[in-house]
């Protein structure tokens, strides 16, 4: 059984850093790229930042991109999203989300039950 | 990055109701459409891909169908655990992958 679990989310001020971790587990982490999505309460899915199976290829959306880092280690089944310079309106669930490779591109066929990043003073 | 509208934003049924929600892409994605559900307090679930492909244990009485930039998520008959909010997803062009605003399906 595919597992996602996240966690590192909490109250922070503006301005300052948060580290997420997702740990996998039921499928062989290192064959499948990874994702961060959010959504902002009451709003929303939005894609934040995804990662290659290897790492050698990393995308970030506008919004996140110079703040945000992307990052996995294969040999601890584990997904990281390095926020720094957080805003508020970077309040959101966080989701790590499994991809699925497909004709096209791709979509997110597991989702873990996210962990809650509260940008606040 | 392309754009993705989905109507309604939110509408009532009734169980054992027909609905179809609609999904239309700024520009033209081909088949690259994936659906999701997600329940209050839940992460979203997978339904559907490929624009029409359902996800393996998914209800057969969801489908999906649409190419180019129109789609929709059709319910057959509407079940108690169907209420939900529905999302679609491009795959097309990306990155970004985008989704629509959503579209909340309640009880009448």
């Known amino acids: 059984e595919v597992q996602l679990v996240e966690s590192g989310g909490g109250l922070v001020q503006p301005g300052r850093s948060l580290r997420l971790s997702c740990a996998a587990s039921?499928?062989?982490?290192?064959?499948?790229?990874m994702h961060w999505v959010r959504q902002a309460p009451g709003k929303g899915l939005e894609w934040v930042s995804g990662?290659?199976?290897?790492?050698?290829?990393?995308g970030y959306a506008d919004s996140v991109k110079g703040r945000f880092t992307i990052s996995r280690d294969n040999a601890k089944n584990s997904l990281y999203l390095q926020m720094n310079s957080l805003r508020a309106e970077d309040t959101a669930l966080y989701y790590c989300a499994k991809f699925s490779a497909a004709a096209g591109g791709g979509y997110f066929d597991y989702w873990g039950q996210g962990t809650l990043v509260t940008v606040s003073s | 990055a392309i754009r993705m509208t989905q109507s309604p934003s939110s509408f009532s049924a009734s169980t054992g109701d027909r609905v179809t929600i609609t999904c239309r892409a700024s520009?033209?994605?081909?088949?690259?459409l994936a659906w999701y559900q997600q329940k209050p307090g839940k992460a979203p679930k997978l339904l559907i891909y490929a624009a029409s492909t359902l996800q393996s244990g998914v209800p057969s009485r969801f489908s999906g169908s649409g190419s180019g930039t129109d789609f929709t998520l059709t319910i057959s008959c509407l079940q108690s655990e169907d209420f939900a909010t529905y999302y679609c997803q491009q795959y097309y062009s990306y990155p970004p992958w985008t989704f629509g605003q959503g579209t909340k399906v309640e009880i009448k």
């Open positions: 520009q033209g994605i081909s088949s690259y």
């Open positions: 039921g499928f062989t982490f290192d064959d499948y790229a």
């Open positions: 990662i290659s199976w290897n790492s050698g290829s990393i």
